[in-house]
């Protein structure tokens, strides 16, 4: 190809102007010199070390040049890679277009835009090259253009990195826990007709403390034991609500602290080790729909359901119409981040957090009480005290807390701070206690300032509740036909069946319909697949894509992508996932 000589371009609509040595200046910022621009590029564009499956990051491409070469490089050494361009300024974007070589935009290895939104910008990333197309990006730089508008393009790039690492991080986990999570939500589908949806608790403008298990919690609790000696282990006495993750249960029953919702999203046995003590302890519960269903049976207060998708699939599709679907909950993956969310829906009034430190000490994991702490104790010898080992693991790292202590962290843990961070250093109602954890990027306050929040010393916040405490009921009436209902006469959900209101009740032959239809579904499904019956492709297709959940957690196929009906592994692998799946809906509900 011949380039476009550069002081053409200069005279015909260029929107920057020549300096006088011949460079491209634009707003104060030379994007391009005057001597031999071209080739300039194109040695930038040479000496780029290519790796396959990777995403070049290319901000300001002006005329583009250095991207033939570029991309007849990625074509033999690295045939899985690509290019997004992209230009922040319109009308440098606008001169973009009618001005780079119409064979480089042609090309299906590089897409350029001016879309800024990071959400925009990688969902069209996927539309384009498809779902986990690359395993890394990398910025490239072939003009001056970056200049103009440098903390944006960084933080761009910054942002797809963690969606791209994201992306593969979920599709692993979803690989392992996939048919973990579908098979406990089939299972928890029957709680519907005894729990209530999350979105029927209210906290009103209630300020709310929010717990994690970090190890500063010890702190908070010894400073709130302080300060409420006598109204701490009384929901209805305190002037505060209080929100904890599970793991936090032990130590506050051992401190003889309430607390009014208490979140479990743990699918997996060991979670059962949270509730060591609590058997029965009458506080109420927020249940993801695929969490342990053994949890949902441990302790006796009020029983709510949420549902974090951990993907895209059709049942949920057929959940919500049958009216089976809860609140929904964006999946954050720490039970931690979930609590936030929770009690952002939950209340209009401040929100203090504690413990979601995301770090941890070299004698504590998580506070005292915990299971893991616990468990440090039961080995403890006059001959071996107790040391956190992973302060001393292999990804282990020093880092320094919100209050300049020294601590330890991990890259997992510290890519949930982050992503606290991002999803809500927005909100200005929530804060964090000073203490060992990461900050958080919200104000933290002293123990002291906290307690002026929770207790509404300044009369600042309007402290009227709405909502209700674990066995305090009090606040509702029955009427005649033996509903619940509270002050503003709107009916209240229970999960104990002896006081579960009819309308409830109703459900369960719609439940018994939905499990029936499911089971339709895999049984026909399976004779396909055996040959007992003959069907046509496109009615194989149809199935195969409404049972979804039978292969979206296959490693070829996690993370959104489309199977091939033409891959006979493929099938019998599926035909594999059928009986197992009808077993546990028979023993889940036998009547079908």
């Known amino acids: 190809m011949q380039e476009r000589p550069y002081r053409e371009g200069i005279s015909s609509g260029c929107p920057g102007i020549a300096g006088p040595d011949g460079r491209f200046v634009w707003n104060g910022k030379t994007l391009l010199s005057g001597i031999d621009p071209v080739r300039r590029a194109e040695r930038a564009a040479d000496s780029v070390s290519l790796s396959d499956r990777t995403l070049y990051f290319c901000p300001s491409p002006l005329y ?162 302080r300060y409420y000696i006598n109204t701490l282990n009384e929901p209805a006495n305190r002037h505060f609500k209080i929100v904890c993750v599970d793991t936090c249960l032990g130590a506050l029953k051992d401190r003889g602290i309430i607390p009014d919702l208490a979140i479990v999203l743990e699918s997996q046995h060991w979670n059962l080790r949270d509730f060591i003590g609590c058997r029965d302890w009458n506080v109420p519960a927020a249940f993801d729909l695929s969490s342990l269903p053994a949890s949902a049976r441990v302790l006796n207060g009020e029983g709510f359901l949420f549902f974090t998708p951990w993907t895209s699939l059709r049942i949920f599709e057929r959940l919500k119409e049958a009216g089976f679907l809860p609140t929904v909950v964006s999946p954050l993956g720490s039970v931690g981040l979930t609590a936030v969310e929770l009690t952002r829906q939950l209340t209009r009034g401040k929100i203090i957090c504690a413990g979601l430190d995301f770090s941890f000490t070299e004698d504590k994991y998580h506070a005292r009480g915990t299971p893991g702490h616990r468990s440090a104790l039961n080995i403890q010898t006059r001959l071996r005290r107790i040391l956190n080992t992973a302060s001393y693991g292999e990804y282990s790292s020093a880092a320094v807390s919100k209050s300049g202590q020294p601590i330890h962290s991990n890259p997992i843990m510290k890519n949930y701070r982050a992503l606290f961070e991002q999803e809500f250093s927005a909100d200005s109602r929530l804060y964090d206690i000073e203490g060992t954890g990461l900050p958080l990027g919200i104000k933290t306050l002293t123990i002291e300032e906290a307690i002026d929040v929770l207790t509404n010393k300044s009369q600042e916040f309007n402290t009227e509740d709405t909502g209700f405490h674990g066995g305090h009921r009090g606040l509702f009436t029955e009427d005649a036909l033996g509903i619940q209902r509270d002050k503003d006469n709107k009916e209240v959900q229970l999960h104990n069946t002896s006081l579960c209101p009819p309308c409830l009740r109703l459900k369960k032959p719609e439940l018994n319909s939905f499990y029936d239809n499911e089971k339709k579904r895999l049984e026909e499904l399976k004779c396909i697949l055996t040959g007992e019956i003959e069907a046509d492709k496109e009615r194989l297709s149809v199935l195969i894509s409404e049972c979804d959940y039978l292969w979206a957690h296959f490693p070829d196929y996690a993370g959104g992508r489309s199977p091939n009906l033409d891959d006979v592994s493929f099938l019998k692998r599926i035909r594999t996932e059928i009986d197992p799946m009808l077993k546990l809906i028979k023993a889940t509900h036998p009547g079908t």
């Open 64 to 225: 583009g040049y250095g991207l033939n070469r570029l991309l007849s490089r990625i074509e033999t050494q690295a045939p899985n890679s690509a290019i997004l361009c992209i230009e922040a300024d319109p009308e440098l974007y606008e001169f973009t277009q009618n001005n780079i070589d119409s064979s480089v935009i042609a090309n299906k290895k590089l897409h350029m835009t001016n879309v800024c939104d990071v959400d925009k910008l990688y969902a069209l990333i996927r539309d384009i090259w498809g779902a986990r197309a690359f395993r890394r990006i990398e910025t490239l730089r072939l003009t001056g253009g970056w200049q103009l508008f440098p903390q944006l393009y960084d933080s761009l790039c910054d942002s797809l990195r963690r969606y791209i690492a994201n992306d593969w991080s979920n599709a692993l986990t979803l690989t392992k826990l996939g048919r973990l999570y579908i098979r406990n939500t089939l299972r928890n589908l029957t709680l519907v007709t005894e729990f209530s949806s999350v979105a029927n608790l209210s906290f009103g403008e209630a300020a709310v403390l929010v717990l994690g298990a970090g190890p500063s919690l010890d702190e908070t609790l010894n400073a709130l034991q």
